[in-house]
């Protein structure tokens, strides 16, 4: 069965980094677009980040720009978030998903999602 894990959440005090992985199984993301997505209690699931499945662009919401970085690991299969200068409104579930199409921040269109990691940034 395709699917897409999660790993790497947990809690973290304001200023510190966490580093998120999306691993795919029953088939490759290397071709796919993948994204990242937040959703914080009470609110809409949110755009994060992007990798484009056609030539390994990125893109990022300004909430992160500058702090999040998106990266592709094609020997592991995986897509990793890299989080820095984490701030506690950055506090959600991180979901990934992939796409065959191009990279997007609306959860529309995405063919495999997980099932999300807790990130929580507290001191």
């Known amino acids: 069965q395709a699917q897409l894990v999660e790993s790497g959440g947990g809690l973290v005090q304001p200023g510190g980094s966490l580093r998120l992985s999306c691993a795919a199984s029953?088939?490759?993301?290397?071709?796919?677009?993948v994204a990242w997505f937040r959703q914080a209690p009470g609110k809409e699931r949110e755009g994060v980040s992007c990798?484009?499945?056609?030539?390994?662009?990125?893109r990022y919401a300004d909430t992160v720009k500058g702090r999040f970085t998106i990266s592709r690991d094609n020997d592991r299969d995986t897509v990793n978030l890299q989080m820095n200068s984490l701030k506690p409104e950055d506090t959600a579930v991180y979901y990934c998903?992939?796409?065959?199409?191009?990279?997007?921040?609306?959860?529309?269109?995405?063919?495999?999602w997980g099932q999300g990691t807790q990130v929580t940034v507290s001191s």
């Open positions: 998903a992939a796409t065959g199409t191009t990279c997007r921040f609306i959860t529309h269109g995405y063919d495999y």
């Open positions: 029953g088939f490759s993301v290397n071709y796919y677009s």
């Open positions: 990798i484009s499945g056609s030539d390994s662009s990125t």
